[in-house]
Nanobody, 120 residues
């Protein structure tokens, strides 16, 4: 399984921006970002196909977050703009197969997560 390492989390004021990065140890197919807020279940945030030609977002982040990838560098990114306090969570990147989409059970490799805290 591919190893994944997230970075880029931190503390930001509401309305601010952060860019999360996910470094993979090798080639990946579909990639996703998930998050877990305190005392809540982990939830889907965004997904991107291997080619980058298709993306999918949770309704709660649509229009504010952008997922992208650089296959030459084995990197996936999550640009987060107009951040809200409710975006506070640990963010995880995950690697799946060619048919993976938004469902957590479809992913077979996970990073350790990076904390994002948005203050009001």
């Amino acid at each position: 399984q591919v190893q994944l390492v997230e970075s880029g989390g931190g503390l930001v004021q509401a309305g601010g921006s952060l860019r999360l990065s996910c470094a993979a140890s090798g080639r990946t197919l579909s990639m996703g970002w998930f998050r877990r807020a305190p005392e809540q279940e982990r939830e889907f945030v965004a997904f991107i196909t291997w080619s980058g030609d298709s993306t999918l977002y949770a309704d709660s982040v649509k229009g504010r977050f952008t997922i992208s990838r650089d296959n030459a560098k084995n990197m996936v990114y999550l640009q987060m703009n107009s951040l809200k306090p409710e975006d506070t969570a640990v963010y995880y990147c995950a690697a799946g197969g060619i048919r993976t989409t938004r469902f957590e059970s479809q992913y077979n490799s996970w990073g350790q997560g990076t904390q994002v805290t948005v203050s009001s």
